[in-house]
């Protein structure tokens, strides 16, 4: 994982189904309560990632239906499969060891001596995973036998029971366990062993994650009884493993908190923004929290008044530029002052988060900042890649930040409120005006164009940008490097 240079504050490993998303919390409170908390105090030190036993295919559906974060890793088809980034670029080296003492085919042959298995989708056999329903008083007889008839064909197999239905049959070095103990391997090599990480599961299929050494544990308070079961047979008395009184995210959140692994109130904890105060503030906690009193002005959960929108504006550079996706540009002070006429035009149905928020220092006190900014109203869904530049208010950034510019394209294949762009024409939009937005970006902060630079398709022609962040001059190395960075963040 090349996103840190040093080693993970917190590693939070999560399952996905009743534990990371609640299918029985229809406004997925506890979900984005996570969301906001990660984003705002964990993303630019920390790693993320989901544990599940879902293929592929189910994982891709799930994050069409839920407001999930991308995670920096995903282990999936109950660790057989391990994938890296948003790209989800697989791990080649995980592949190869699974391989040994594996054969499908056989594996295949054998289980259809058992008329009591029913084999599931075709989405859910995967290269190193077979997987039935068989029900609950038939799965122990079942497992045992075919244990037997697996080995004498000289495989070496695991096969796991979970949900009360599920049995999935692997190689016997996989498991959510072993791929999370082949990833600490890793990370040690390199150096970058995370300092904690954090288990969280509610099922069968993640009872392996509490065996790995070392490592923190929470079985969500809606945990089913076959994973409460392991716990009381193998590691009633680890202090380092809890039970949870809160439900799936919720109990992650009470988990950090009760460990004393970092900071524990999320943003959409605290009734006012300015409660929010952190000992380590960074980029990533100023987007939160703007952005959460966006959809709470929209949702009428604020007051409407002037003062809350003449604070706003407070922590807008005067010359601050919007671009809009659809290419419009306005004073960020003109947008602000717009909100007054959408007050509570979302009332119960906006939902507001961001997803991947990194940032670079390009200054002593100048961000360039990026995230994906998500809005599902209704079952509307819309996503803009956005682009921030942030400046330190003081000396010390627990004083907050100054917004200097903003700029928006649309995510490729992204739905949209009210853009009447075609979704097959968004990506190409996107290519074709990055260059010249970025450079409008980092020359249009104080209000003015560059006098004496020109920006087109190629690149730039002149010696130097005047009123630049500091109101002094750029030259043109300085827009080169700082349109590398934002070439950098988006890549």
């Not at 288990?199 to 994973?227: H, R």
Request: charged residues 25%; neutral net charge.
């Amino acid at each position: 994982m090349d996103r840190l240079n040093n080693p993970a504050r917190l590693m939070i490993v999560s399952d996905l189904d009743h534990t990371m998303v609640d299918h029985h919390d229809s406004e997925n409170l506890s979900l984005l309560r996570f969301n906001a908390l990660w984003e705002a105090n964990y993303r630019h030190d920390s790693l993320l990632v989901f544990s599940t036993g879902r293929s592929p295919t189910l994982y891709k559906q799930l994050r069409k239906e839920k407001p999930m974060l991308t995670p920096d890793i995903t282990i999936m088809s109950v660790g057989t499969e391990i994938t890296y980034g948003n790209s989800m670029v697989p791990d080649n080296g995980w592949v190869q060891f699974l391989n040994q003492k594996w054969d499908k085919n056989i594996v295949m042959e054998e289980t259809r001596k058992f008329p009591e298995l029913k084999l599931q989708s075709e989405t859910e056999q995967r290269p190193h995973k077979v997987s039935f329903y068989v029900d609950k008083d038939k799965a122990r007889d079942v497992m045992r036998a075919l244990s037997e008839l697996l080995e004498k064909r000289g495989l070496d197999v695991k096969i796991i029971y979970s949900g009360g239905m599920d049995l999935d049959i692997l190689p016997q070095g996989a498991g959510k366990g072993q791929a999370l103990a082949y990833l600490l391997k890793k990370f040690k090599a390199e150096g970058k062993l995370p300092n904690n990480t954090l288990v969280c599961g509610d099922s069968g299929n993640d009872a392996e994650l509490f065996s790995i050494p070392d490592v923190y544990g929470v079985m969500v308070s809606n945990a089913q009884e076959e994973l409460l079961q392991w716990h009381a047979e193998n590691a009633k008395n680890n202090p380092k493993i809890i039970h949870a009184t809160e439900r799936c995210a919720s109990g992650i959140i009470q988990a950090i908190g009760q460990f004393s692994l970092g900071p524990n109130t999320s943003p959409r904890d605290l009734k006012c923004s300015s409660e929010c105060k952190m000992e380590d503030t960074n980029p990533g906690h100023e987007i939160v929290k703007f952005y959460l009193f966006y959809e709470r002005w929209r949702r009428a959960e604020v007051e409407n008044s002037d003062q809350s929108l003449e604070k706003l504006k407070a922590v807008c550079y005067p010359s601050g530029v919007f671009i809009h996706p659809s290419g419009v540009e306005r004073p960020l002070h003109d947008c602000i002052s717009a909100m007054k006429n959408c007050y509570g035009d979302k009332r119960k149905s906006l939902r507001v988060w961001v997803d991947r928020v990194s940032s670079a220092q390009i200054s002593s006190d100048t961000w360039l900042v990026k995230f994906d900014k998500w809005e599902l109203s209704g079952e509307e869904w819309q996503c803009c890649m956005t682009t921030v530049i942030l400046r330190s208010r003081a000396a010390s950034l627990s004083d907050g930040f100054t917004w200097m510019h903003v700029h928006q394209t649309w995510l490729e294949g992204s739905g949209h409120v009210g853009g009447g762009m075609p979704k097959h024409k968004q990506g190409d939009v996107a290519k074709k005006t990055y260059s010249w937005r970025s450079m409008r970006l980092v020359m249009c902060i104080d209000g003015n164009l560059a006098q004496s630079a020109l920006m087109d398709q190629s690149g730039l022609s002149s010696t130097s940008c005047s009123k630049g962040v500091h109101g002094g001059q750029w030259t043109v190395l300085q827009v080169h490097t700082i349109l590398s960075t934002l070439h950098d963040l988006w890549a």
